[in-house]
């Protein structure tokens, strides 16, 4: 039998990519697409919310969970490639429900490529900030 935090990281992942996914569609429905400002500005918030998630995910790894770099890394970059999946997968939804958006196989090409375009360059960044992480001279927080 498994220990109880045993599967913490899983459910840690699933709600980080959750919350990315939550992210991408509430901050793309806030702005008024006719006021250009109002689009970079949502999109620059959207941007900072996803950096503050990625941080405190990777926080929980390392100083909750005590991963290793590499596994900090991992479980960050899957996350992120999670909520790119869902966004993917609405925005295909989307383009199946508006008959405009044509060709669909763009939207199909994106349910593989989002995620592997995300994830990638988020674990090289998670790699790095947790081996750095790695050498503080903190203690794991206690559970």
Known sequence: MDAPGRKSWLRAVILVGVVYFVVGIVFAALPNPSVSDQVVMWR???WVASGAVYAAHMGYEHFRLGTSPRTTALHAAMAVALGAFLLAVAATFHA???PSHAPYWRYFLALVLWPIITALPAFLVALAVAAALSYLP???LAK
Do not use: C, S
């Open 44 to 46: 620059l918030a959207a």
């Open 96 to 98: 199946v429900m508006v």
């Open 138 to 140: 903190m203690k794991r």
